[in-house]
């Protein structure tokens, strides 16, 4: 796992770059916030679509809420980018845009979409 800061004035987003799924259950994100809040000193972070267990995606199992739960309990802002256009399921298109009308749990097209939002821009 390879992670860069990106920062802009006081705002830090932790945007994070690997090959495995880094989030599989809810203890996996736990242990990827505590990672970042330790090293990098962000409770922002960007991570692929594709570092996401793909049974997040699918709202039957429960892992969405599980995981999204976690990140608002801790103070963390989430947003995972990638192309969701490829999801029929009406539930998980009403999650993505009523947590996008929000600020905590985000999910974007472009790294570059996630940073100004996270950022606050």
């Known amino acids: 796992m390879n992670v860069t800061v990106n920062e802009r004035g006081a705002s830090k ?3 994070v770059v690997s ?3 880094l989030i599989s259950d809810s203890q996996s ?3 990827l ?3 970042i809040r330790y090293n990098q000193g962000c409770d922002k972070v960007i991570v692929k679509k594709a570092n996401v267990e793909e049974r997040f995606f699918d709202l039957k199992t429960g892992l969405a809420g599980e995981v999204m739960q976690k990140f608002t309990n801790y103070h963390f ?3 995972i980018v990638g192309d969701f256009d490829s999801y029929t399921s009406k539930a ?7 947590s996008n009308k929000g600020k905590h749990i985000l999910f974007l097209k472009t790294e570059q979409e996630a940073l100004d939002a ?3 821009v």
């Open 19 to 21: 090959p495995d799924i």
């Open 33 to 35: 916030m505590a990672t």
């Open 77 to 79: 802002r989430f947003a």
């Open 13 to 15: 987003v932790a945007v």
């Open 118 to 120: 996270l950022h606050g």
């Open 29 to 31: 994100a736990l242990d």
């Open 92 to 98: 998980l298109r009403d999650l993505i845009y009523e």
